[in-house]
T-cell receptor, first 115, second 114 residues
Framework: AQKITQTQPGMFVQEKEAVTLDCTYDTSDQSYGLFWYKQPSSGEMIFLIYQGSYDEQNATEGRYSLNFQKARKSANLVISASQLGDSAMYFCAMRDRGSQGNLIFGKGTKLSVKP | SQTIHQWPATLVQPVGSPLSLECTVEGTSNPNLYWYRQAAGRGLQLLFYSVGIGQISSEVPQNLSASRPQDRQFILSSKKLLLSDSGFYLC?????????????FGPGTRLTVL
């Protein structure tokens, strides 16, 4: 069965420093997509970055990058130069053919950026 | 550009009362639509998804139901709310079921059942 694991319930990072949020996944499909979403206190889920299973290069989107290690089945999110506005919950998610296109979410990591 | 709306934004309802939450999408045709629930401090749980008008798939058996009367309208309903129905309800859309397409979420409805 598909599964997403985020082992860090909460993380602290100093403003302007980089932080890595961990995510491991489990799937038997060869074709799948990995996603990261940010959920600020307002509740809205904001799409950040995507990595396809066949993509050879790690995805990047501004200050966000995804450290994709396929053999380890990990898809860690790296946020560079943290800002106070980055404080939020972060969710890792996956879609594969077994999930019929539905997103499987991890339990999330709460990131707090300290000034 | 595409936008997704949800209303109401917040709702307080007594146990046993009915529920109707609405979600509409603009700027796209024939989207896949989803309803998720998020309990306080928890991850998202998929409740229903729809690939077309009148087509609803349920992921979790419960006292909730969903309908899609129009292409870009998705409604979540209940005849009698339970205390356990409290949570944050998010509607989402995607272009299709392709694994490479992200889902975009609405602003959510915070439901409190008393």
């Amino acid at each position: 069965a598909q599964k997403i694991t985020q082992t860090q319930p909460g993380m602290f990072v100093q403003e302007k420093e980089a932080v890595t949020l961990d995510c491991t996944y489990d799937t038997s499909d060869q074709s799948y997509g990995l996603f990261w979403y940010k959920q600020p206190s307002s509740g809205e889920m904001i799409f950040l970055i995507y990595q396809g299973s066949y993509d050879e290069q790690n995805a990047t989107e501004g200050r966000y990058s995804l450290n994709f290690q396929k053999a380890r089945k990990s898809a860690n999110l790296v946020i560079s130069a943290s800002q106070l506005g980055d404080s939020a919950m972060y969710f890792c998610a996956m879609r594969d053919r077994g999930s019929q296109g539905n997103l499987i979410f991890g339990k999330g990591t709460k990131l707090s950026v300290k000034p | 550009s595409q936008t997704i709306h949800q209303w109401p934004a917040t709702l307080v309802q007594p146990v046993g009362s009915p529920l109707s939450l609405e979600c509409t999408v603009e700027g796209t045709s024939n989207p896949n639509l989803y309803w998720y629930r998020q309990a306080a401090g928890r991850g998202l749980q998929l409740l229903f998804y729809s690939v077309g008008i009148g087509q609803i798939s349920s992921e979790v058996p419960q006292n909730l139901s969903a309908s899609r009367p129009q292409d870009r309208q998705f409604i979540l309903s209940s005849k009698k709310l339970l205390l356990s129905d409290s949570g944050f309800y998010l509607c989402a859309w995607s272009v299709d079921s392709n694994t490479y397409n992200e889902q975009f979420f609405g602003p959510g409805t915070r439901l409190t059942v008393l």
